[in-house]
């Protein structure tokens, strides 16, 4: 089988690069099940219940998210009644929402998605590897397959967790950083790897926000009130082909689909 991840959604033009190019990624690679992260789809900082659904309508069929997707207080409420939306599992109980779940392909195969959040650089949270040790087992009870996304700041950290996981889960696919890495691989496990899927929207960017306001925050120090960038969408991720009994990865293969005007 076929997973699609699709690297951090930023804003409109991520939004719009996903409605442009998710349907013919789907047919042309035979995808049987799309996750993508979309912490940042709106506006660059979090994710409205309408943007949601405007996902979801696009063919995700799950959406992971991070640090960010507390940014908008509407979606506190969609997390606990929307199980096809994640947040990283490791933060503490009482959290809205769920950190994983178990979907269904069309044909009517399992497989487990997990989400997690780094701690260097980044809030400290609980730990994503004992976090992940515990959930593992319980969706392994369902299924052989599972996708992790590990939001983090680190490549450390995520080359690390990878190396953990390896052999336990079916794929750990990076995210927050926002650049596509170049390493994609599978481990000597079985489990598919990259350190970062990359991000979905603007390249013309400092990681999806204007430029010049980017540039502006680091020459002044001072507060600046980011935007997100329009020029050159791309649409950045990576295919897991996954055997469907072990669960072990069979391919990895980087996605990066420029957005021209008239494609």
Same mark, same amino acid.
């Not at 996750?35 to 994710?47: D, T």
């Not at 809205?96 to 779940?101: K, L, Q, R, T, V």
């Not at 369902?142 to 996981?165: M, N, R, W």
């Not at 649409?235 to 072990?248: E, K, N, Q």
């Given at each position: 089988?076929? %997973?699609?991840?699709? &690297?951090?959604? *930023?804003?409109?033009?991520?939004? !719009?690069?996903?409605?442009?190019? +998710? ?25 409205? *219940? ?7 309508? +696009?063919? =995700?069929? *799950? ?5 960010? %997707?507390?940014?908008?207080?509407? =979606? ?5 009644? !929307?199980?096809? /939306? ?7 109980? &009482? #959290?809205?929402?769920?950190?994983? &779940? ?8 399992? *497989?487990?998605?997990?989400? +997690? ?22 969706l392994h009870r369902q299924t052989p397959i599972v996708l992790v996304d590990f939001h983090a700041e680190a490549t450390s950290e995520k080359v690390a967790l990878g190396c953990y996981l390896d052999g336990r889960a079916s794929a750990l696919a990076g995210t927050h950083t926002h650049v596509q890495t170049a390493d994609e691989r599978i481990l000597p496990g079985g489990t598919g790897y990259i350190t970062d899927a990359g991000m979905t929207g603007s390249r013309d960017a ?8 980017? %540039?502006?925050?680091?020459?002044? !120090? ?5 935007? #997100?960038?329009?020029?050159?969408? #791309? /649409? ?7 055997? #469907? ?10 996605? /990066?689909?420029? %957005?021209?005007?008239?494609?």
């Amino acid at each position: 089988m076929r %997973i699609l991840f699709v &690297g951090d959604i *930023v804003g409109r033009p991520g939004r !719009q690069a996903v409605s442009r190019r +998710l349907d013919r990624l789907i047919d042309v690679h035979a995808v049987d099940l799309v996750v993508a992260n979309g912490e940042n789809a709106a506006a660059g900082f979090g994710l409205t *219940v309408d943007i949601a659904r405007e996902l979801f309508d +696009l063919g =995700i069929d *799950v959406i992971t998210s991070g640090n960010h %997707i507390w940014d908008k207080k509407e =979606i506190l409420g969609y997390l606990d009644r !929307q199980p096809a /939306l994640l947040r990283p599992a490791n933060y503490p109980p &009482g #959290v809205p929402g769920a950190g994983s &779940g178990v979907f269904s392909t069309s044909a009517g195969i399992k *497989v487990g998605v997990l989400n +997690l959040e780094g701690r260097v650089f980044m809030n400290a949270l609980d730990c994503p590897f004992r976090t992940a040790d515990e959930l593992l087992d319980e969706l392994h009870r369902q299924t052989p397959i599972v996708l992790v996304d590990f939001h983090a700041e680190a490549t450390s950290e995520k080359v690390a967790l990878g190396c953990y996981l390896d052999g336990r889960a079916s794929a750990l696919a990076g995210t927050h950083t926002h650049v596509q890495t170049a390493d994609e691989r599978i481990l000597p496990g079985g489990t598919g790897y990259i350190t970062d899927a990359g991000m979905t929207g603007s390249r013309d960017a400092v990681i999806g926000i204007r430029k010049e306001l980017a %540039i502006e925050k680091f020459l002044t !120090q001072l507060p600046v009130r980011f935007e #997100v960038a329009k020029k050159d969408p #791309v /649409l950045c991720g990576v295919l897991f082909t996954i055997d #469907v009994d072990t669960g072990r990865a069979l391919g990895v293969k980087r996605i /990066l689909e420029e %957005i021209t005007e008239n494609a």
